[in-house]
């Protein structure tokens, strides 16, 4: 139904930033929202940030200020801008579409972000 592939996880020195992409395809017509869960070892996956059709954007707590969920809906594409990374962001981070009319969560395979000196 729908595919998403993330890309842009890697190494960064806290302080720095990174910019995550995920690319869906498939069928998106009525994909309500796209956004971002992670999860770091041992640890529950977490909602990270959230963007709907109508561009309204949600975000934990622990990363409001510091991270932003920009979308290229042409390219079908939603990416995770990180910036002031802090070791406490490492974890694999998936992408997640929700189709609210099936109530269908679709998940990318996840992109390892590294936070480490």
């Known amino acids: 139904q729908v595919q998403l592939v993330e890309s842009g996880g890697g190494l960064v020195q806290p302080g720095g930033s990174l910019r995550l992409s995920c690319a869906a395809s498939?069928?998106?017509?009525?994909?309500?929202?796209m956004g971002w869960y992670r999860q770091a070892p041992g640890k529950e996956r977490e909602l990270v940030a959230t963007?709907?059709?109508?561009?309204?954007?949600n975000y934990a707590d622990s990363v409001k200020g510091r991270f932003t969920i920009p979308r290229d809906n042409a390219k079908n594409t939603v990416y995770l801008q990180m910036n002031s990374l802090k070791p406490v962001d490492t974890a694999v981070y998936y992408c997640?579409?929700?189709?609210?009319?099936?109530?269908?969560?679709?998940w990318g395979q996840g992109t390892q972000v590294t936070v480490s000196s």
């Open positions: 997640n579409a929700f189709r609210r009319i099936t109530w269908n969560n679709y």
């Open positions: 498939g069928n998106m017509f009525n994909i309500n929202r």
């Open positions: 963007i709907t059709n109508d561009g309204s954007t």
